[in-house]
């Protein structure tokens, strides 16, 4: 059998290169072109399965090609759109265009072949159901199908059955009622249909399933037409491939594919409608919202096919938790059925549309988490899980369906916060959330002005001769206890509160500072501070740069200014500007954590960068992760090509380091070599030598 073709359509190489590696992992046979004009060209030699099109592209973009290969191709090619817009408008013009389904960015590599094959399935379920229905047009274009002449007390009076009509064992005879010929809930579906077609005098159609003697399933239609006042024609036909057809298309929209649950889709609408029932009826439902402790792990250490394996499991657990009889809790009869759905990843969620009083829920939460602490067995070992159970009931904690999954959510990660493997009601003062953002808020403002923040600086090791040449600041915040706080814990919501402007600014004078010490001492080391996008965008930033050097004495050349490729996404006269005037100064600049944004090549061929940093989430695994290999050496391909310098950060083995060497990174960090170190400590550790990672066995010698 020969493999699915899909051609990728990208002018950025990076992306093509990382979308060619993924579907190629997944078995799928790629082809790639630069932007819309070449795909055309290549679609107008080659017979291609899917088409995947970005849709910012030079000449003609991802809609113009889009739209060209529906005028030749009609709706059976499947088109997916890469974008990076995630506005309305945009997904609106890609689905006008003739988009069968859109992919936003950043793309999530492992998971991007199950989307292919998704959309594959789906479109090919869909032009099979096409496919099926004009079938059908055309038996009845050529009279195919089993014709019934019947008079004014509905018996059969003439019979011509076709060959592909109705089966045989289901066929009604001459001579028979439609009371006698069928069961009575369909004799009086047809007779019904019948009055309707003689007094309104235009042909009615119904269908209806039949219990037929072979035990198959079947499925009929039956459009009837009136002749006069008494006589009347019912032609009958078998659609039962088409009701199957649609169920299918029916379950790949409202049911997940791994594990047969209901997906998101459907928990939502029966959610909603399980609300108005029971507003109607003034009684109480609960939700449930769930996930594995620990489940990533099992991915990372086990594979996603252990992963999917353990899903599985867990929902058939689920499944039996509920089945007929299987309930103990209070006044079970009114307890109703319960509904469970996998919103994604390791995240469950259960309905439980009728219950008496809060504990109800408590009693199958408790099941739940029982059931799934014993042992699982996947690929021949035993594996232990546990579950956190979030609980919100309605009307108490929310109206609405989106509030009572959001509440069940808080009260899960509340389950998780005190110990994992339990359950917890949602209770208001959980969304005293809030009145910690105010005390964190009230905190950090606290750190600014009595100089609680602190630098701490973690090394590159240059490649070549195991030297350093640049260190890296990082903040950290000492709260009055004496506690280190990491920046994961406060910088995010510096960036939501408006306070990263001033802290970042505290960081660049600091770091400044440091270095112009170090450098009156001897020391030759670059400095690298982060910028955030908001510090980018913000007004003042060449001023404050200027004013940190100037008042520290520090040359230029000696800060280096890390900036996240989402900072620069904008790629306008105000992004070129500033780097413009950065370079100008002689500062240097690195584009951090690359490879997780929106990496663009036509962005980056523009941009005026010195080092590309490769994210540590590339580095973990190495050397035994396939993948990441892959993604890094096409990385250091792509800083090479654009004469950018490369830096890893992660590297916590020896392994790791001396594969980067070979591939040719020009330096490293992580903890193989330091962890970040106060500024007085520095000194003492720049003078140190690592042995060169090409080639060279590393053995770290701290003493």
Known sequence: MSSTRILVADD????????????????????????????LQAFAHATFDMVLLDVEMPRLDGYAVCRELRRRCGDALPILMVTGMDDTASIEAAFEAGATDFVAKPISWPLLGHRVRYVLRATRAATALRMANA???????????TLLRLDAADRIVELRAAPTGVPSCCMPAVGQTLAEAYPHEVATLLAQALDEARRSRQPSTVDFPLACRTGRPCHQEARVSAIDDGEALCLLRDITERKEYETRIHHLAYFDSLTGLANRRSFLERLEREIRRALQNKWRLAVLFL????????????GHAAGDALLQQAAERLRAITRPGDIVAHDTDRMGTAEFARLGGDEFTVLLPTISRPDDALAIAERIRASICAPFAIEGQELCVTTSVGIAVFPDDGEDAATLIKHADIAM????????????????????????RV??????RRALAHDELVLMYQPQVEVRDGSIATVEALVRWQTPDGRLVPPLEFIPFAEECGLIDAIGSWVLRRACHDAAQWQRRGLDLRVAVNLSPVQFRASGLLDRIREALADSDLPAERLELEITESALMADDADTHATLAALRTLGIGIALDDFGTGYSSLSCLKRL????????????????????????????????????????????????QAELLGELEADSLQGYLFSRAVPAAELEALASRRWPPARGTQFRIDFS
Not at 422 to 430: D, F, K, M, Q, V
Not at 609 to 620: A, E, M, Y
């Open 135 to 145: 079938r059908n047009a055309a038996m009845l274009d050529a009279f195919p199908d």
């Open 413 to 436: 990660y509340d389950a998780k916060a005190n110990g994992r493997n339990g359950c917890r009601y949602y209770n208001p003062a959980l969304t005293a959330e809030a009145v910690h």
């Open 291 to 302: 996930d594995l402790d620990r489940f990533k792990s099992i991915n990372d250490t086990l």
């Open 12 to 39: 950025d190489p990076t992306a093509r290169l990382l979308m060619q590696a993924a579907l190629g992992k997944s078995g799928f046979e790629v082809a790639v072109a630069e932007d819309g004009e070449e795909a």
């Open 439 to 444: 005390e964190l808020e009230a905190g950090l």
């Open 608 to 655: 005026p960068l010195d080092k590309l940093k490769i994210d540590r989430s590339f580095v973990s695994g190495l050397p035994d992760d396939v993948d990441n290999h892959a993604i890094v050496r096409a990385i250091v391909a792509l800083a090479r090509h654009l004469g950018f310098r490369i830096a890893a950060e992660g590297v916590e083995t020896a392994a």
